[in-house]
C-alpha cells in the first residue's frame, strides 16, 4: 500500500478498494447464509451512506454508533468520517443511563443502532434531546436503516476534504477506577497507527474478528490492518458460538485478548484428555478450524506460561502493547520472535522514554486529548506531545517490559513502592486461580482470591484453603520480604469488572480472611 496516499481512513478504503477490487473484505452470517462484501463494495456503499448524511442531514454533526461488528456498522463508521464528521463508537453492553451520559457529553446528533437497542429508544429520545436522528443498522425496523441508504442512494461524487489532524473517533474508555474520558484520535492517529508496522498480513489470510468493535484495539488491529493489507475479516457473531464459528470461518490468524486465548487453551487440554490417543497439536487446529497459522494478543498480561503453551501445540502468539490513547500500538511483535517477559519492540515513528519509572511515549499515533476535558488531557499529555501512559516499566534491546500501573502503587511503611500487578501476574496461567487481586490492607499486602470452581470441584473447603496456602507459600519465595503476600482472603464470588471484563480496584465486598 501506498503509505504517501493513504493519508486518511477514506483514502485507506479507497486504495483498497483500487488493490483488492472484487476480493471478499467481510464474511457474516445472515441467518443460515454467509454474506459476502467485496472491498470494491465496501468502497461504494461507505459513500452511499455519507451522500445520505451529507444530503438529509447537514455538514456538521456527531455520530454514535452501537452494536456487534457488521457490514452495516463499518458501512455506517466509514461513511461517516468520509464526511468529515467524528464517530463515537459505544460499548454494546453499557446500561441505557451510562449510554445517555455519553451521547450527552459527547454531542450526539446522529445515532446508529443495531436492532436488538430498539428497546432503549424511546427513553434515549427522552433523555438525549440533542440527538436529532436515529438509523438502524439493520432495514425492517419501521425506521430509516443503513441497509435501506445503500440500497437507495448513489455513491457521493464529492466528498469534504479530510486533514490529518480532522477528528475521526471519540473514543471512551473504560477505566477501572474513575470515569471514562472521550479520546480523540484524528485521521492521521489511526493511519499511523495501522502503518507503524509491516509484512503482517496478506490478501491470502481470514481472519475472525471476535473482540467489541468499539474498542481501538479491534478496530485497528482487525479492521484497518485488514483493509490495508486486503485480508478477508470474518465476523464472529458471538461469543457463545466463538468454537462454532472458528470450524464455519478457518482462519488462518486471529486477534485475541490473554482471557480467551486462555480459555482455549484449556478447552484444548480438555479436549486432549479426553481423546489421549489424538495428538494434541490435531486437536489444537481443530479446535481453531484446521488452518490457524498465529494469534496475534494484547490488552491486558499474557502469562509467558500461554505463549509456551501455544508453542508447544505449535501455535505462535505475538503480544504487543498499547493504550486507546495511542490508538492503540506502541509495541509489537512478530510470530518468529522468542522472548518472554516482554510486550513486544517499540513500532516504528514511536518514541519512548522512562520518567521515574513510568512509560511516556510520543508518536503520530498520541491522541488529540480528552473531549472537552482540557484538565484530565493536561495531566497527561505534554505540550510537546509526549504522553504518560501511567504504566510502570522499563526499556532493553528495545523490549518494552511492564511492571504495573503508576496509580495502583502500594506503598509501605519504610516507603518502598510494591506493584500489584507485578504480584497478580504471579498467579496467571496457574489452573487453580479463577481471578485474583492484589492490595494493601491494614499494612499487610493482601491476595484476594477466586478459587477456580472447575479445578476444586471435587475438593473440601479445607483442602482448598491449603493449596492456596502452599501456592502463596510458592509465589513468596519469588520475590523480596518486602513484597510478601502476608494476608490471604478467599472469595466465592467473582470480582466487579468494568465492560471490558478488567477486575476493578475498589471492590464493595471483600472475601472470607484465611
Known sequence: MDKNRVKNLRDLYEFAAECYGDHIFLKEKSGKEIVEKTYIEFDSDCKKLANYLLTEIGEKLHAAVIGPTSYAYLVSYFGTVSTANPVVPLDAQLPCADLCDLLIRADITVFFYDYRYSPMIEAIKASCPGVKHYICLQSGNGTVSTEEIIMKYAPAEKLPDISDGTLAAIVYTSGTTGKSKGVMLSHGNLIDNALCCDNESTPEETTLTVLPIHHVYCFTCDILLGLRYGTTISVNDSMMRIGMNLKLFQPTIILLVPMIAETILKQIKAAAAAKPEIPIQLIAQSV??????????????????????????????????GMTECSPRITSSIFTDESFGDVGTVVKGCEIRIDDGEIVVKSPSVMQGYYNDPEATAEVLSEDGWLHTGDLGYVKDNRVYITGRKKNLIILSNGENVSPEELENKFAGNDMIAEVLVYSEDGFITAEILPSSEFFKDKSREETVAAINELIKKINTTVTSSKTIRRIRLRDKEFEKTTSKKIKRNQPEQGEII
Open 288 to 321: 481453531f478450524g484446521g488452518r490457524l497459522k498465529g494469534i496475534y494478543c494484547g490488552g491486558a498480561y499474557l502469562a509467558p506460561e500461554i505463549i509456551k503453551a501455544y508453542a508447544e501445540l505449535g501455535i505462535p502468539m505475538s503480544q504487543g502493547y
